[in-house]
């Protein structure tokens, strides 16, 4: 029996699997999971209950009912809930919120000076800072730094391992998640490039000096 004469499986035919294979890559590396990944990474080395609560608040749970939130009041236009913010004109307001929560965390994680959380944590607070203050005036990519932050952050975290992350990251992720943003015409050569060397210059410099 052919495809088309089988009612619940017409709409197969109907879907883009091209694009979603173009798309694959960003969802992959979308903040939800980027988020995700680092609270979990965090959390691991918490030896307190309230700061293990206050991370999977400030890195999950916050950025999520700040995204619904500003969506349901009208300043974030995007039709899809993707947690993609494609104007950059709506992006500060939000910037703004989740850059204190994840400011807030780090403070909290610094005062017990737990080795290694609070190296993250700072690496997360500082690149969403910089990626903030260049928002204001130009669209970098968002992806670019989330992509960068999480294989940092998993090269930190597993030092034996750290080099074929490094490069499977560099080599795989980055350019598949820069082609996926630019082919899906969120952004340019330029602000992929701009996302990927700001945070990893961010990442170089937290790691080894502080």
Do not use: C
């Not at 903040?31 to 080395?45: G, M, R």
């Not at 260049?134 to 932050?149: A, N």
């Amino acid at each position: 029996m052919k495809l088309k004469n089988i009612p619940n499986l017409k709409f197969l035919k109907k879907i883009d699997y091209k694009k979603l294979l173009i798309k694959l890559p960003s969802n992959i590396f979308s903040s939800p999971v980027v988020t995700a990944i680092t609270t979990i990474v965090v959390v691991k080395y918490l030896p307190y209950l309230g700061l293990q609560v206050a991370s999977v608040f400030f890195y999950m749970i916050m950025p999520i009912l700040t995204y619904v939130f500003l969506k349901k009041r009208g300043l974030i236009t995007d039709k899809k809930y993707d947690f993609n913010i494609r104007k950059r004109r709506e992006r500060p307001l939000y910037n703004l919120i989740i850059t204190l929560g994840f400011l807030t965390n780090y403070i909290l994680i610094a005062m017990y000076k737990i080795p290694n959380a609070t190296e993250i944590a700072l690496f997360v607070t500082v690149s969403f800072i910089v990626f903030g203050i260049v928002t204001l005036f130009w669209k970098i990519s968002g992806h670019m730094t989330q992509t960068v932050l999480g294989i940092l952050i998993l090269a930190y975290i597993f030092p034996d391992s750290a080099i074929y992350i490094i490069l499977a990251g560099y080599l795989i992720a980055v350019p598949l998640v820069g082609f996926s943003r630019i082919k899906l015409k969120h952004h340019d050569i330029y602000q992929v490039l701009a996302g990927t060397l700001v945070t990893t210059i961010i990442g170089i410099l937290i790691f080894t000096i502080a």
